[in-house]
């Protein structure tokens, strides 16, 4: 098995019954990187429009300056009304429970007829927090207007929202369709007070287990900013280790960061052919009555045909999607 891992597992290759349920939830939409636009920088998101990259968040939290933040929230309807992203996934982050800024968000963003496909709701640290956020979206919004329930990310960015992580994948509802889970790794770090290394080890329990619930209950698994945003060697190697950890996708902070990550999180070409030609083999051999068998030097069995499968719809919902990288 050639190049970058099996980043693609989650990709809803899975056919156990017992999980089929929350895998048939989530989405085929790649979300390979993601980015942030100040709400309010009509600069940077006239930019965003022109680039090719699965999805924007028009952000009214933390790259918003508090004096700001009214500006933002009224800025991002026009915004949507005006410009044309193509493609792309256009989600709006909203500011966190605790700050009692959210309110007003909705009231603003969501009143529009100009809505986003999609929701970022940070800072969530239990199921209470989206159960409370999504009734007040659909008693404030303009949800209804919709013919299908509203995309939803959570981000998961403190030490109780961890322990948590069980009850908020679980979360269900009509209104809101949750499909990702997101790892702010910056204000984790904040929280339980420690220093970013270089290699990053002080987050890899936190980081596997956002992996383990996302794809428990068939999410999406976004990983962490790369800071640094000049340095495109360091995010390159943290991208394709996130990659092979079983992230499906990276938040990004700069068009420099684009191509990089989504680069990271796309089958190779030596994938694809090694997952096309295995499928092949694999049907051949299944004809045979062989449940296992050598191919490339390697023993092969139905799990391998599910890493293959993984490989190959993934290509297939970006090629559906985009044109893209
Ligand atoms: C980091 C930046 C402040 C750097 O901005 P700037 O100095 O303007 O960068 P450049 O001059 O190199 O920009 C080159 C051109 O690209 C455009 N640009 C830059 N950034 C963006 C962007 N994010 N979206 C769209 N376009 C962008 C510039 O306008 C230039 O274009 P032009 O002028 O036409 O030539 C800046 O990149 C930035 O503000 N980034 C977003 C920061 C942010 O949103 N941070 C919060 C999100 S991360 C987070 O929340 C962490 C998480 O919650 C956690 O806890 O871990
Ligand atoms: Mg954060």
Redesign the pocket.
């Known amino acids: 098995m050639p190049g970058r891992g099996l980043q693609v597992a989650c990709w809803r290759g899975f056919h156990c019954s017992h999980t089929m349920k929350y895998h048939q939830r989530a989405a085929a939409t790649p979300r390979r990187a993601i980015?942030?636009?100040?709400g309010y920088d009509d600069?940077?998101?006239n930019?965003?429009a022109t680039l090719t990259i699965d999805s924007i968040v028009l952000?009214c939290?933390?790259?918003v300056a508090i004096n700001k933040k009214e500006e933002a929230r009224v800025n991002i309807p026009k915004l949507l009304a005006r410009t044309d992203f193509g493609s792309k996934d256009r989600f709006i982050r909203v500011n966190s429970r605790d700050t009692g800024l959210t309110e007003d968000d909705v009231s603003s963003i969501l009143a529009s007829n100009n809505l986003p496909d999609g929701l970022l709701l940070?800072k969530v640290n239990s199921v209470d927090d989206i159960n409370w956020f999504c009734d007040l979206a659909a008693r404030n919004g303009n949800l209804k207007s919709l013919n299908r329930p509203m995309i939803l990310g959570v981000?998961v960015?403190t030490a109780i929202a961890m322990l948590n992580l069980k009850e908020i994948t679980s979360f269900k509802s009509n209104t809101f369709d949750l499909q990702c889970l997101i790892f702010?790794?910056?204000?984790?770090l904040a929280e339980i007070g420690a220093s970013k290394t270089e290699n990053a080890m002080e987050l890899m329990y936190a980081r596997q287990h956002v992996i383990l619930h996302a794809k428990a209950f068939g999410l999406q698994a976004i990983d962490?900013?790369y800071n640094n945003?000049k340095d495109l060697i360091g995010l390159q190697r943290q991208a394709i280790e996130g990659a092979k950890m079983g992230f499906t996708g990276k938040?990004v902070?700069?068009?420099?960061q684009i191509d990089i990550v989504q680069e990271s999180f796309s089958p190779s070409k030596e994938q694809i052919e090694w997952a096309k030609a295995l499928s092949i083999a694999f049907e051949d051999h299944q004809q045979q009555g062989k449940g296992a068998f050598i191919f490339r030097g390697q023993m092969i069995d139905k799990p391998l045909l599910l890493q293959a499968n993984n490989i190959l719809s993934l290509i297939n919902n970006v090629n559906g999607s985009h044109t893209s990288s």
Do not use: N, S, W
Not at 35 to 38: A, D, I, L, R
């Open positions: 980015m942030y636009v100040p600069r940077k998101a930019k965003a952000d939290e933390d790259g940070p981000m960015e702010g790794a910056d204000d984790f962490m900013v945003y938040q902070i700069h068009p420099g």
